[in-house]
C-alpha cells in the first residue's frame, strides 16, 4: 500500500487523548485545570485541517451536511427533554425562547438554551468553518480571513448565530493543519523540540493568564497570550499522537518479533 493511502494512527491517538480531557474538563475539575484543558479544543479543527482535502461545493455539501442533520436532530430531542422534565423553577427563559436560540445555534447563551443542546455547538462550527475555508480558499482570499478572524478575536464584537463568529477566529487552526500536512518532513525534522515548547507555552499561559472558551467566543484576558497557548497545544497534542503511534509500532514489533523466535525454537 502507497504511503499516500496508508493510515496515519496518530490522529486516531490525539484524538483520542483530547476527547477524554474533554471529558475531564466536564467532570467537576479545578479552575485552573478547566482553564488548561480548554485549549485541548484546538485539537479537532487543527486535525480537520489537516485531513482537508480539496472538494467542490457540491462534494462539501455532500460529505459535511450530515453534521447539521445531526446537530438539529439530536438537539430536538435534547429540546423536547428539557422542556418536559426539568421543572419550572431551574428554567431561566420560556420554550419559545429556548426553541429560538436552539435553531440559531445560540449555545453561547447558556441560560436561554437547553443545557443538552450546549455540547453539540462543535457540529456547526465545524461545518460552517471548513465551508468558509473552501469558500475564501476558491476566492484566494484566504489570508485575508485569517487576519480578520484573529483581529476580531480582540475586539470581540458579539456572537452571532450560526456560529459565524468563531468559524472566523477558528479558521486559523484548519490552515495550520493544512500547513503541517504540506510540511510534514519539516515539523517532524524538529517534533519534539516544537511539541516540547508548544507544552510550555501551553501550561504557563493557562495557567498564570487565562483559558479559552470558543463556544462563548470569549479569548481570555489577553487575546495575543491566549493565541500563543493554542498554538503550542496543537503541537503538543502533534507529538503527542506521533510519539504515542511510534510507541505502539515498536511494542507490535516487539511482541511479532518475541512470537517469530518462539515459533523457530519450537521446530
Not at 476527547?19 to 467532570?27: E, K, R, T
Not at 436561554?112 to 468553518?129: D, R, S
Not at 468563531?166 to 510540511?183: D, I, P
Not at 493568564?209 to 503550542?232: F, K, R
Request: net charge positive.
Amino acid at each position: 500500500m502507497g504511503e499516500s493511502k496508508k493510515r496515519e494512527l496518530w490522529i486516531d491517538y490525539t484524538r483520542g487523548t483530547a476527547l477524554i480531557m474533554v471529558v475531564l474538563a466536564h467532570s467537576q475539575v479545578p479552575e485552573k485545570m478547566f482553564a488548561f484543558i480548554s485549549y485541548v479544543i484546538v485539537v479537532f479543527p487543527f486535525l480537520s485541517g489537516y485531513l482537508m482535502k480539496a472538494l467542490s461545493f457540491r462534494e462539501f455539501f455532500k460529505k459535511r451536511i450530515t453534521m447539521v442533520i445531526s446537530y438539529y436532530y439530536i438537539g430536538l430531542i435534547g429540546y423536547i427533554v428539557w422542556i418536559l422534565t426539568v421543572p419550572e423553577g431551574f428554567r431561566k427563559a420560556d420554550n419559545l425562547t429556548y426553541l429560538k436560540n436552539f435553531l440559531l445555534v445560540r449555545t453561547d447563551l447558556l441560560d436561554q438554551i437547553p443545557l443538552t443542546i450546549v455540547p453539540l455547538w462543535y457540529l456547526i462550527f465545524l461545518f460552517v468553518a471548513e465551508f468558509f475555508f473552501l469558500l475564501f480558499s476558491k476566492f484566494h482570499i484566504l489570508p485575508y480571513t485569517l487576519a480578520l478572524g484573529i483581529f476580531l478575536r480582540f475586539i470581540q464584537p458579539g456572537a452571532l448565530p450560526f456560529k459565524v463568529d468563531v468559524a472566523f477566529s477558528g479558521l486559523y487552526m484548519f490552515w495550520l493543519g493544512k500547513l503541517v500536512k504540506e510540511k510534514k518532513k519539516d515539523f517532524e525534522r524538529y517534533l519534539g523540540v516544537i511539541g516540547f515548547t508548544g507544552l510550555i507555552v501551553w501550561t504557563l499561559v493557562a495557567l498564570f493568564v487565562d483559558g479559552t472558551s470558543w463556544n462563548m467566543d470569549h479569548y481570555g484576558i489577553n487575546p495575543i497570550l491566549t493565541l500563543a497557548g493554542e498554538l503550542g497545544t496543537a503541537m503538543f497534542f502533534l507529538w503527542i499522537g506521533k510519539d504515542i503511534e511510534q510507541f505502539a509500532i515498536n511494542s507490535t514489533n516487539k511482541i511479532s518479533g518475541n512470537k517469530s523466535r518462539g515459533e523457530k525454537i519450537e521446530k
